[in-house]
């Protein structure tokens, strides 16, 4: 089983929501997952125009969903990076949503900037992260493609035998 351990040294300034370092030992599975934004389901812009706090809360939640996808919750996030289009007033309301998802007791490294627009107009932020699952977990996903495999070649069988 993979064993994350949390670090932060003493010898750099303590980070406010984040940890400076997330070691990861053993066997498991790495899940990269793309930059979200805050859109719903039909691919638009959530809330009012420059809302931020919904595009926020609807970003972790497309985020939870891709976790989810792959048996993965935000205790297995081990980085994660942001970028905002208003750091400096955004940064405090994008913390407390943040913060309402991950594990803070053991949070992920962290980046965030500042950049001066994203692909989609209107939108005001993007995350993307980085998981590990356990062996145990990943063992237990990679045999679902191949008992889907074999539930679909019975299935085939019982067709031509009719």
């Given at each position: 089983m993979a064993a994350l351990n949390f670090y932060n040294p003493k010898t750099i300034s303590k980070p406010p929501g984040y940890t400076h370092v997330v070691e990861a030992i053993g066997p498991g599975r790495i899940i990269y997952l793309a930059g979200q934004l805050g859109l719903d389901v039909g691919g638009k812009v959530v809330g009012q125009a420059g809302d931020f706090r919904a595009q926020a809360i609807q970003t972790f939640e497309n985020l939870k969903a891709a976790l989810a996808e792959v048996g993965a919750t935000f205790s297995d996030v081990v980085k994660i990076n942001n970028y905002l289009t208003h750091l400096e007033r955004d940064l405090p309301i994008f913390r407390e949503v943040r913060d309402m998802y991950l594990n803070m007791?053991?949070?992920?490294?962290?980046?965030?900037?500042?950049?001066?627009?994203?692909?989609?107009?209107?939108?005001?932020?993007?995350?993307?992260?980085?998981?590990?699952?356990?062996?145990?977990?990943?063992?237990a996903a990679a045999k679902k493609p191949a008992a889907k495999k074999a539930a679909k070649k019975k299935a085939g069988a019982k067709k031509r035998r009719r």
């Amino acid at each position: 089983m993979a064993a994350l351990n949390f670090y932060n040294p003493k010898t750099i300034s303590k980070p406010p929501g984040y940890t400076h370092v997330v070691e990861a030992i053993g066997p498991g599975r790495i899940i990269y997952l793309a930059g979200q934004l805050g859109l719903d389901v039909g691919g638009k812009v959530v809330g009012q125009a420059g809302d931020f706090r919904a595009q926020a809360i609807q970003t972790f939640e497309n985020l939870k969903a891709a976790l989810a996808e792959v048996g993965a919750t935000f205790s297995d996030v081990v980085k994660i990076n942001n970028y905002l289009t208003h750091l400096e007033r955004d940064l405090p309301i994008f913390r407390e949503v943040r913060d309402m998802y991950l594990n803070m007791k053991a949070p992920p490294a962290s980046t965030t900037i500042q950049i001066s627009g994203l692909a989609r107009p209107g939108a005001l932020l993007e995350t993307e992260m980085v998981a590990i699952l356990p062996a145990k977990a990943a063992r237990a996903a990679a045999k679902k493609p191949a008992a889907k495999k074999a539930a679909k070649k019975k299935a085939g069988a019982k067709k031509r035998r009719r």
